[in-house]
């Protein structure tokens, strides 16, 4: 082929102007009549989205006119359910009263602390007690402490409306004097045996040491005899426990003594805050006044009654005999007294159901502000806990010792009886060395039934400002393994060790399942730890504690106690999961409105017997008057394999479930598929639960019913997870 016809080959065909216009008006009819379908799809989809909206709507309407036409009828059965925790209430009461009068018959000797003067004639007779010895002192220190115990347990067991401010002083003014009292008696036998310290001598050393252990209290003494300036580092035998001294004290008078009470009788007692005890006052004045009001109603009520009856008794039975007539009004005296105290008594319960509510109501207030403010290095006792007691480490001035003659025993009784030495003096003019008198490097056993999530902090008491305070304590260590604490202390006096309040706030998630009947299992789990508890009747006991996924022993485990008892021996454990009033200023919490929280507890706790329950992500997302968990019916003892959670919405006054599950990517309100709004927790799940279920609910003890309600109200989990 040639040069030419290639070129022609390549030529493109030309379009004439009326070709371009014509497919320009092609394009723009076909882009029209894209644009056309598309809106009328639009349209039409638009309509159909609408249909269904109007659709859902109007089902919406119609779920909340039968929700709402049920709503009182609902209410009314919850009320009736609900009885248990009056109910409840009237047992404690009972028990409380049984207990005072257990201890009447005892007659074992012991006074009951709650009656003044029996307290006040057992503190008297004791102080007149002279030449205890230490072992002594500890033995009657069991009843001391176990009194104070009983106090505080009075204190905190019985509801704030059935405290009067005279009690509450009564309890705590003798609290504080059977507390100042067994520190004066051990202050007394440790004078009495370091008298005759230079007897006791040990062969090796020449000084004494002498150390008593007791479930309550271990006691190391060391009696400087020899005054050997070598002689700087005193290990009480068979443990790691001791001092390292300056030459000083090495070359002195003096005795040094580590008191560990396993107990804190150093912070001072937490006051009733003014708050409470008026709003508890409102509501007894309430409760008495509605009580008046109402007997005088319904006396009222049977007087009419009764001149009623009397009449139609006259009109209708004229001519009946005088002895008839007589018969007669004493049957109707019966009925109308029958009917008075069945008045009577639905009045008491319901004015009780009030005072609990209120009562309940309480533990899971916030408070407004912080208690109080803090120096620097004093401190916070909202923020921080002590824990595993108390060490009052002490340098004594050793007193005259004991002198042998003709058979008989001298010794010179000081007036002033046992003196602190002073270290470091208030004059050091004499002494020429700024560093002769340096801190004393302390050696501590940390008690090993406390659990300490982090290194302990240590705190010293300040007797003037009557605070605990962190400054003049350096080169702190702390052996996790063996359980050793090292520090310097720059001069000595009670020393206590700290943690954080809320080191296991807030949790990360929580569960809470049947066991058997009337028995549950709560479970929390924390950044630390994982704490299972088992609630049955009216007692609560430590079924487990994990660490860093291992299993942790602990002599709290298989004992059960009452709620209160039971959360003091968890706390004093280092196991707080308590918030407290003050709480949130420590902790970022997901803030519920109260009410919606305290009627979330109390329907739990009845529907917990045959329902599991657990902890919702979704919790946080829906707003403070809503609060989410997951739900499914339980009614193995075992924990089902492959759980089947539904979750439940609630905001005090409407219940429902929801569409979306645990793993769904974005939250909806949307109710779940063929299912209807209720009044209450109870009527939400009777429309689905099985009817053995809905038996064990029914047939629930109102003790246990109440524990675990009590538990729920005090670990807050719907707001500290």
């Not at 063929?674 to 009777?686: G, I, N, P, Q």
């Amino acid at each position: 082929m040639g040069p030419k016809a290639k070129k022609s080959g390549r030529k493109k065909k030309k379009i004439t102007k009326a070709e371009r216009l014509k497919q320009l008006q092609e394009e723009e009819e076909r882009r029209q009549k894209e644009e056309e379908e598309a809106r009328v799809k639009h349209e039409k989809e638009e309509m159909e989205r609408l249909e269904i909206q109007r659709i859902e709507k109007e089902k919406w309407h119609q779920l909340e006119a039968k929700d709402l036409e049920r709503r009182h009828e609902e209410l009314e059965e919850l009320y009736l359910l609900e009885g248990c925790f009056p109910e409840a209430e009237k047992l404690k009461r009972g028990t409380r009263l049984l207990a005072q009068w257990k201890h009447y018959i005892q007659c074992d000797g012991s006074p009951d602390p709650s009656i003044s003067p029996e307290i006040n004639t057992f503190i008297s007779l004791w102080k007149e007690e002279t030449n205890e010895t230490l072992e002594e002192v500890i033995a009657k220190g069991k009843l001391v402490l176990n009194l104070i115990e009983k106090l505080k347990l009075i204190l905190l067991e019985t509801p704030p409306y059935d405290l009067e401010d005279k009690n509450i002083k009564q309890y705590q003014g003798s609290i504080l004097e059977l507390q100042e009292l067994l520190h004066l008696k051990f202050n007394i036998a440790t004078e009495i045996l370091l008298r005759q310290a230079s007897t006791l001598a040990d062969l090796d050393s020449g000084n004494m040491e002498k150390v008593i252990q007791d479930e309550n209290v271990t006691l190391y003494m060391w009696a400087n005899l020899k005054k050997n300036p070598r002689y700087r580092s005193v290990r009480f035998s068979e443990t790691q426990t001791g001092f390292e001294i300056p030459r000083i004290l090495a070359t002195s008078d003096i005795a040094l003594r580590l008191l560990h009470t396993h107990y804190d009788h150093v912070t001072p007692l937490r006051p009733v805050p003014a708050s409470l005890q008026e709003r508890t006052a409102t509501v007894t004045d309430f409760v008495k006044e509605e009580v008046k009001n109402e007997e005088a109603a319904i006396s009222k009520e049977l007087q009419e009654e009764g001149k009623q009856r009397e009449n139609e008794s006259n009109s209708v039975h004229e001519e009946e005999t005088k002895f008839e007539e007589q018969g007669d009004s004493e049957v109707q005296m019966g009925v109308g007294q029958e009917e008075s105290e069945a008045t009577k008594g639905e009045l008491e319960m319901k004015l009780l159901s009030e005072t609990v509510l209120s009562a309940q109501l309480l533990l899971i207030e916030n408070a407004n502000e912080k208690p109080c403010f803090f120096e620097d290095n004093e401190v916070d006792l909202c923020q921080f806990t002590t824990l595993g007691g108390v060490y009052h480490l002490d340098i004594l001035e050793l007193p005259p010792q004991c002198k042998p003659m003709k058979g008989w025993m001298i010794v010179e009784i000081l007036k002033e009886g046992l003196r602190k030495y002073i270290y470091p003096p208030e004059t050091t003019e004499d002494v020429e060395t700024e560093n002769a008198f340096p801190p004393i490097e302390v050696t501590l056993e940390v008690q090993e039934n406390v659990i300490f999530f982090e290194d302990p902090v240590v705190a010293r008491w300040d007797g003037e400002g009557k605070h605990w305070q962190t400054d003049g304590i350096s080169n702190v260590s702390y052996k996790s393994e063996e359980r050793l604490l090292t520090f310097s202390l720059e001069t000595f006096g009670p020393v206590t060790l700290i943690q954080d309040t809320h080191i296991n706030m807030p949790f990360q998630s929580w569960e809470l399942r049947p066991l058997d009947v009337n028995k549950v299992l709560l479970t929390v789990t924390t950044v630390f730890t994982e704490i299972q508890i088992q609630i049955k009747e009216n007692l609560c006991m430590l079924a487990s504690i994990k660490l860093n996924n291992k299993k942790h022993s602990s002599i709290l485990e298989g004992k059960w106690m009452t709620p209160i008892s039971f959360i003091c021996a968890l706390k004093e454990a280092g196991l707080n999961i308590f918030p407290s009033g003050y709480s949130h200023f420590y902790v970022v919490i997901n803030y519920k409105d109260p009410l919606v929280e305290l009627k979330a507890y109390r329907q739990l706790a009845l529907l917990s017997s045959a329902f599991a329950f657990g902890w919702s992500k979704w919790n946080t997302v829906c707003n403070s008057k809503k609060v989410i968990v997951k739900l499914m019916e339980h009614l193995t003892e075992e924990p089902i394999q492959k759980p089947n959670w539904t979750l439940l919405m609630f905001s005090g006054d409407r219940a429902q479930r929801l569409k979306i599950n645990e793993n769904s990517e974005t939250f909806s309100e949307a109710l779940k598929e063929e299912t209807e709004f209720h009044s209450t927790l109870y009527h939400m799940v009777e429309d689905f639960a099985s009817k053995k279920a809905m038996e064990k609910i029914r047939s629930a003890s109102c003790q246990f019913i109440d524990s675990v309600c009590y538990m729920l109200l005090s670990t807050r989990l719907l707001s500290y997870s």
